[in-house]
Every structure is written in structure tokens, then in C-alpha cells.
């Protein structure tokens, strides 16, 4: 097994373990916060945070378009090239920075208009923003040096650390909860965490990278000698803002166009479509940085190899979710919360068609971030611009069915139809007839085993009820059966799928040679 292939899976493995990790102290602790710190105080810290993380649009793009320029001299192992790079990076943080602390404080000046009807006093609510605000802006100050390991494949280093901080943290917020149910200390707990949480991580800088003497005070000589940088940044703004705005956007198009309980029920299947979601794509994140070096390397053959490796088991994954999803979603509403917060049958489908999008577009996008494809700007104008004109069209009539038709005709034109093409056509030099030869092919063999799926439901009358044994029932003589089907016809049919097979003798033990 090669470096490569250790680093990849390293980074999945330690992804997906405080993934769960994370999942269950988060339920466990935001009870315990509701119940001994009060909803008042829970809300708002997440008022607070969502107001952070607009204030951290002026980041959009920079910590990306860095790690790409790192991809070459980290395979070159061209020390002084990384040594300018990420003294670069660092002046550029740091003057992010000082914006970031200077609009803060600014912010800070309207929370006696914004929070006059808050029952929690003042005083709570400016120590827990400039807690908040000092934890954030600490990490443009100093830590900004992690995204060496980010494009050196070893994220796994920064989960272990940072992760392990915040499940320790969050165990002594919950002990000092239970005991003190004191606002001060437990804010006081999050701003001293994330100083610790960041002094060791640079210890372990230090530690992996020796070598490493970044330089701040060259930061503006050094933005002439790498004037792309700044463009490519520029260019991956564009397209960062446009997710961040569509993927905020939906809670308001619901309330403004259909209501605010809605808001609600529209959230509890993000969150279960979120949840599952995010178990997969942690996996294929640990892989990015690994792509980034492969092309750096610019051995075509392999690369297209690994391309279509990647993308079988990311459309095999995505069928697992789907198939798993389709007809337990609702049942499991049902069971969780109760019927009256079921939807239609109608946007279950519709979630679902968004769901298999987003699950199978990360490949084309690594690999568009690792030959830096980001000039196609006006596809982000594009895209926000077709997802609000058909909500807008449509929602008025149809409510919910329309606001998500509205991003899914948006994801067709430009993530299905443009971004490979964009690939294809910029990055790997081919025709696109070659990219369609197989993704067709794999559409094909999820139509199949989705047509297996619902012919056995309606030929055995296996249909799951709002019950934990129904759906486990279900689970296993159909949902399982299926996936099975559909993983032997991707073997059959699907391009990259027996080439990755006989490269997992064991699963999850071999990806890159």
C-alpha cells in the first residue's frame, strides 16, 4: 500500500470515527444544555455563531486557493516555495483578521437594539460574542499554518487534536452544567479551550514540520511573486458565496412562501438527509489532498483511472442512501415525531433527487479544485440565478415542491450538465463523450436495482410502518438485498468499479498505489 493510500485512508478513518463520536455528544449535550442553561441561552449562542459565520464570508476562498498552489511544492518537496506560501497565507489572515475583530466590535455596538427583548442581561451576551469572537479570530492569527497538513494529506493530525479538544470540552461544559448551571463558565470553558485547542496544535506543527519558518512581515513582497493566487481567489469567492447564500437561503424562501411551521418540518429531514449524508462524504474528504498531489504529478493514465474509481463508489454510496431513504424517511418521521410531521410522497422524491446529486457531484468538484478550475465564475451567477428565478416562478403555486425543484434544476444545468464538461474539456484534456460513456452507465445500473426495489415491495406487499422492527424488517429484506443488486451491477456495467474491487481485497485497505 502506498503513502498515499495510508495518508487517504488515515484521514477517513479518523473523519468517520469522531464523526460519531461528535453525533452523539452533540444530542447528548445539547439536551443537557436545554435543561440546565435554559433554551434562552442555547439560542442564543447560536445567534451569536450565526453572525460569526457571516462575518467569516471575507475568508471565502483564500484557505482553498492556498492549499491548491501547495499541491505542487509539497511534490516537489520544494521547502522554500512552502516556506513563501504559507507566510503569505499568514499575512493574508491576519489581515482577515483584524477585519473580522474590527466588524465584530462594530456588531457588538447594535446588541442593546438587537437584544432588547432578551430576557438574558447584557452582560451574558457581549462576554459570550467576544468569547466567541476571540476563539474564532485566534485561529487567522496564529493557527493559520494547519493547512499544510491539510494539502500534505495528514488532516487526520488536526481531527485528532482539535476533535479531541472539543469531545473533552464538551464534557466539562456538561459536568459544569449539571452542577453550577453558571453561563459565565461554561462560555469561559469554550474561549480557554480553543487557546489550548490551538497552542497544541502548533506544537505539532513544529513538531511535523521542522523546517517550517513562516514570515509574516513578507506577506505584501510575497503577493507580487504570486500574483495568482490572489486571482484564483477572487475566483473561488464567487463560487463559495454562492453556496454559502442558496444553502442559507431555504429556511426563508419556505417562510416567505409557504410558513414558518414549515421551516420546521422542511428541517427535520434536512437534518436526517444531513446527518447520513455527512457519514459518506467524510470518507471522500480525506481524499482530497490525495488528489491534489496525484495530478501534481501528472501521470494522466493513473489519474483517470483513479478518477473513475472514485466515482464508482461515490454513485454506489449514493445509491445506498436513496434506496435506504426513499421508503424509510417517512415511517421514521412518523416514529420519531409523529404522523402530522410527515411530507408528501412528492418532495420525499424531490429531496431524494437532490439527495443523489449532491452525493455524486464531490468527485468532479476535487478534481476541478485540484487542477484549479474555478474561472468558470459566471456558472455560480448561473446557478444562484436559475435557483431563484424557478423558486420564485414556482413556489407561490406549489410551495415546498417548487422551492426544491428551484435547486434542482439549477444543480442539473450547471453541477450535472457544466462541471464535468468544464473537466473534462479544461482539466483532463478528453472529450466528454468519454466522461458520459460511463456516468450513463451508471445511471443505468441504479435505475435497475431502484425497479428491483419497488417490484419487490409491491410483489411481496413488504411496505415499512412507523414501527422500529417494520423498518429494520424492511432494512434487511429489501433495502440490503438491493444494495447488493446494485453493487454487483456496478461490477458488471459500471467503468472504475472492478478495477477499485480488486484493489479492496479487504475494504477500505487499498485505493491508491
Given at each position: 500500500?502506498?503513502?498515499?493510500?495510508?495518508?487517504?485512508?488515515?484521514?477517513?478513518?479518523?473523519?468517520?470515527?469522531?464523526?460519531?463520536?461528535?453525533?452523539?455528544?452533540?444530542?447528548?449535550?445539547?439536551?443537557?444544555?436545554?435543561?440546565?442553561?435554559?433554551?434562552?441561552?442555547?439560542?442564543?449562542?447560536?445567534?451569536?455563531?450565526?453572525?460569526?459565520?457571516?462575518?467569516?464570508?471575507?475568508?471565502?476562498?483564500?484557505?482553498?486557493?492556498?492549499?491548491?498552489?501547495?499541491?505542487?511544492?509539497?511534490?516537489?518537496?520544494?521547502?522554500?516555495?512552502?516556506?513563501?506560501?504559507?507566510?503569505?497565507?499568514?499575512?493574508?489572515?491576519?489581515?482577515?483578521?483584524?477585519?473580522?475583530?474590527?466588524?465584530?466590535?462594530?456588531?457588538?455596538?447594535?446588541?442593546?437594539?438587537?437584544?432588547?427583548?432578551?430576557?438574558?442581561?447584557?452582560?451574558?451576551?457581549?462576554?459570550?460574542?467576544?468569547?466567541?469572537?476571540?476563539?474564532?479570530?485566534?485561529?487567522?492569527?496564529?493557527?493559520?499554518?494547519?493547512?499544510?497538513?491539510?494539502?500534505?494529506?495528514?488532516?487526520?493530525?488536526?481531527?485528532?487534536?482539535?476533535?479531541?479538544?472539543?469531545?473533552?470540552?464538551?464534557?466539562?461544559?456538561?459536568?459544569?452544567?449539571?452542577?453550577?448551571?453558571?453561563?459565565?463558565?461554561?462560555?469561559?470553558?469554550?474561549?480557554?479551550?480553543?487557546?489550548?485547542?490551538?497552542?497544541?496544535?502548533?506544537?505539532?506543527?513544529?513538531?511535523?514540520?521542522?523546517?517550517?519558518?513562516?514570515?509574516?512581515?513578507?506577506?505584501?513582497?510575497?503577493?507580487?511573486?504570486y500574483p495568482d493566487i490572489i486571482k484564483k481567489t477572487k475566483q473561488i469567492v464567487i463560487h463559495q458565496l454562492k453556496d454559502f447564500l442558496l444553502n442559507k437561503s431555504d429556511e426563508i424562501m419556505i417562510f416567505a412562501f409557504v410558513s414558518l411551521k414549515?421551516?420546521?418540518?422542511?428541517?427535520?429531514?434536512?437534518?436526517?438527509?444531513?446527518?447520513?449524508s455527512t457519514m459518506f462524504l467524510t470518507f471522500f474528504s480525506g481524499m482530497a489532498s490525495g488528489i491534489g498531489n496525484l495530478v501534481a504529478e501528472g501521470n494522466k493514465p493513473h489519474i483517470m483511472n483513479i478518477f473513475w474509481q472514485l466515482s464508482s463508489?461515490?454513485y454506489l454510496t449514493a445509491g445506498i442512501l436513496v434506496f435506504s431513504l426513499s421508503f424509510l424517511i417517512n415511517p421514521f418521521i412518523c416514529w420519531w415525531l409523529g404522523e402530522e410531521y410527515q411530507l408528501s410522497r412528492l418532495i420525499v422524491i424531490l429531496?431524494?433527487?437532490?439527495?443523489?446529486?449532491?452525493?455524486?457531484?464531490?468527485?468532479?468538484?476535487?478534481?476541478?479544485?485540484?487542477?484549479?478550475?474555478?474561472?468558470?465564475?459566471?456558472?455560480?451567477?448561473?446557478?444562484?440565478?436559475?435557483?431563484?428565478?424557478?423558486?420564485?416562478?414556482?413556489?407561490?403555486?406549489?410551495?415546498?415542491?417548487?422551492?426544491?425543484?428551484?435547486?434542482?434544476?439549477?444543480?442539473?444545468?450547471?453541477?450535472?450538465?457544466?462541471?464535468?464538461?468544464?473537466?473534462?474539456?479544461?482539466?483532463?484534456?478528453?472529450?466528454?463523450?468519454?466522461?458520459?460513456?460511463?456516468?450513463?452507465?451508471?445511471?443505468?445500473?441504479?435505475?435497475?436495482?431502484?425497479?428491483?426495489?419497488?417490484?419487490?415491495?409491491?410483489?411481496?406487499?413488504?411496505?415499512?410502518?412507523?414501527?422500529?422492527?417494520?423498518?429494520?424488517?424492511?432494512?434487511?429484506?429489501?433495502?440490503?438485498?438491493?444494495?447488493?443488486?446494485?453493487?454487483?451491477?456496478?461490477?458488471?456495467?459500471?467503468?472504475?468499479?472492478?478495477?477499485?474491487?480488486?484493489?479492496?481485497?479487504?475494504?477500505?485497505?487499498?485505493?491508491?498505489?
Open positions: 500500500m502506498g503513502n498515499r493510500t495510508r495518508k487517504s485512508i488515515l484521514n477517513a478513518e479518523v473523519g468517520l470515527l469522531f464523526y460519531f463520536l461528535s453525533l452523539f455528544v452533540a444530542f447528548f449535550s445539547r439536551k443537557v444544555f436545554l435543561a440546565n442553561l435554559g433554551a434562552d441561552f442555547i439560542g442564543l449562542t447560536g445567534t451569536l455563531l450565526s453572525i460569526l459565520s457571516f462575518l467569516n464570508l471575507s475568508e471565502l476562498g483564500i484557505g482553498l486557493s492556498v492549499s491548491y498552489f501547495l499541491f505542487k511544492p509539497l511534490a516537489d518537496n520544494d521547502r522554500q516555495k512552502i516556506n513563501e506560501i504559507i507566510s503569505l497565507l499568514g499575512y493574508l489572515y491576519k489581515r482577515i483578521g483584524q477585519f473580522i475583530l474590527s466588524i465584530g466590535i462594530l456588531v457588538s455596538l447594535f446588541f442593546p437594539l438587537m437584544f432588547k427583548n432578551n430576557d438574558l442581561p447584557l452582560s451574558i451576551v457581549y462576554f459570550a460574542f467576544f468569547s466567541f469572537l476571540g476563539s474564532n479570530v485566534i485561529g487567522y492569527f496564529i493557527n493559520y499554518r494547519q493547512i499544510l497538513l491539510n494539502a500534505d494529506q495528514k488532516m487526520y493530525l488536526v481531527s485528532i487534536y482539535s476533535q479531541s479538544f472539543n469531545f473533552l470540552k464538551s464534557v466539562l461544559q456538561i459536568f459544569l452544567a449539571i452542577y453550577y448551571k453558571n453561563l459565565y463558565l461554561w462560555v469561559a470553558i469554550e474561549f480557554m479551550a480553543a487557546i489550548v485547542q490551538c497552542a497544541v496544535l502548533n506544537w505539532k506543527i513544529n513538531k511535523e514540520y521542522p523546517w517550517l519558518k513562516s514570515d509574516k512581515s513578507k506577506g505584501r513582497l510575497l503577493l507580487k511573486e414549515m421551516v420546521a418540518y422542511y428541517g427535520n429531514y434536512v437534518m436526517i438527509i444531513t446527518k447520513l463508489a461515490k429531496f431524494m433527487i437532490n439527495l443523489y446529486i449532491m452525493q455524486t457531484r464531490p468527485i468532479v468538484d476535487m478534481f476541478n479544485h485540484s487542477y484549479g478550475l474555478y474561472g468558470d465564475v459566471w456558472s455560480a451567477w448561473v446557478e444562484g440565478i436559475i435557483n431563484i428565478v424557478v423558486t420564485i416562478a414556482v413556489a407561490s403555486q406549489w410551495g415546498l415542491v417548487g422551492i426544491l425543484m428551484g435547486k434542482i434544476v439549477s444543480l442539473f444545468f450547471i453541477v450535472v450538465l457544466w462541471k464535468p464538461y468544464y473537466l473534462f474539456s479544461q482539466g483532463f484534456k478528453e472529450n466528454i463523450t468519454k466522461y458520459w460513456s460511463g456516468i450513463l452507465r451508471y445511471y443505468l445500473c441504479f435505475i435497475l436495482a431502484f425497479a428491483y426495489l419497488l417490484g419487490t415491495m409491491y410483489a411481496f406487499r413488504l411496505f415499512p410502518e412507523p414501527s422500529l422492527p417494520s423498518m429494520i424488517l424492511f432494512g434487511l429484506a429489501e433495502v440490503l438485498p438491493t444494495i447488493v443488486f446494485y453493487f454487483i451491477l456496478l461490477l458488471i456495467i459500471g467503468p472504475g468499479t472492478m478495477s477499485l474491487y480488486k484493489r479492496i481485497p479487504v475494504i477500505g485497505k487499498k485505493l491508491f498505489p
